[in-house]
């Protein structure tokens, strides 16, 4: 059996961040003005000057008298996140940024620079509480939840960083100066923080001058697999791209690599998974498969793994696509990445399929690995200091080689 950590869902009583415009909808907004005894209409302008100018301090607002400045910026601005560490690789493509809040705890967000499109990948969670063990954020357990205004200061900090440094002589009009993707693949499980990522979700989706203006369907909300939160996210009817984590074709394995599984296994994850599709105007879920070596990437795997999309579709396959990731390797994991070669092998088993056709599917190319600044390689540094002794206490993960889909059932 695994070495399992407890899986956690409610984040620890920490004190949240002091209030920010960020973290209010439209009326919450006026209503916070109207408590500052400020006409309704310089909420707009903070709100334009916020999520269109992307300028998060008064002082820098030249449309508020210089008297008010202070005032509002204590009320409504207080600065949330200081950037401790930047580092960028991919010859400046990729730049990871480690934040931390005012009560120390410390996350990260990545901005991916790619020829048609800008990404930024952001954290909902300061760790997390899902505990699977060839996650390095997941072994340090959760420290409490993000605030809206903390998720959304993640992606004010990209926009304005492709703003301001995308003259860089690249000349590249597709994609601009302009953050155009945002992905909640960063620390964290963001349906573990479900109404704060919800907001954060409307206020990127709200044109200006209520929010940044990003296209529903280019947010991606990247989930471990908690379905009552994935039905309720369909009912929302956001129209955002949602991830599921799925890693393994079948529960008796995939209980070992996303212990959330025991509790909500495959046939209720895909259930719900097809609930959001027929809810929600997207044509597919992506499901998002980490390469480990000797564990999940053979390629009977592949085919259990359509035989499981197949059984679970309305009239044939659950509308998705694979999103391969190579493993980022980290020590107390005891696990490896896969080969190349058999990554390519378990993704033209899934392209050519079976019976029923095939799968779009896809390989990540791995970003930021060189520096070990992948999936929660940073802040987990910073963590590594002061946890260096309670990890050194657990003894290595083992986990089984996959069993069959049918012995399960
Ligand atoms: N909690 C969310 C977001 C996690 S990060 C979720 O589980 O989906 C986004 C993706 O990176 C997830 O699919 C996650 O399983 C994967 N991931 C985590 N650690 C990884 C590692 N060391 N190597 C490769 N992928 C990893």
Known sequence: MAISLPLVFDAPRRAMPPRHL??????????????????AFRGKQLANQYYARLIADPHEMTDLPAN???????????????????????AGETRKMLWRAVDGSTFESVLMRYPQRNTVCISSQAGCGMACPFCATGQGGLQRNLSTAEILEQVRAAAVELRDRDGDGIAEPARGGRL????????????????????????????????????????TVSTVGLAPAIRKLA???????????????????????????????????????RRYLEAAPRDFITFEYCMLDGVNDDEAQARALLRLVGEHGPAGRVPCKFNLIPFNPFPASGLKRSGA????????????????????????????????????????EVQDRTQAARRMTRAPIAIRPAAPAENRR
Request: proline content about 6%; overall charge negative; some cysteine.
């Open 22 to 39: 960020a973290d209010l909808d439209d009326d919450a907004r006026t209503a916070a003005v109207a408590e500052l005894g400020l006409p």
């Open 68 to 90: 008010l400045r202070d005032q509002i910026g204590e009320a409504l601005f207080p600065k949330l996140l200081d950037a401790v560490r930047e580092i960028e690789c991919d």
């Open 180 to 219: 155009s993707n945002i992905v909640f693949m960063g620390m964290g499980e963001p349906l573990a923080n479900y109404n704060r990522v919800l907001a954060a979700v409307r206020r990127i989706t709200a044109p200006p001058p209520n929010g940044f203006g990003i296209s529903a369907r280019a947010v």
């Open 235 to 273: 009912d929302e009817r956001l129209g955002v791209t949602l991830a599921v984590s799925l890693h393994a074709p079948d529960d008796a394995l995939r209980d070992q690599l996303v212990p959330l599984n025991r509790k909500y296994p495959l046939a209720e994850l895909l259930a719900a998974c």
């Open 341 to 380: 070669a058999r990554v390519q092998a378990f993704a033209r088993a899934l392209i050519d399929g079976d019976g029923a056709g095939g799968v779009v599917t896809t390989v990540r190319k791995t970003r930021g690995d060189d520096i070990d600044a992948a999936c929660g390689q940073l802040a987990g």
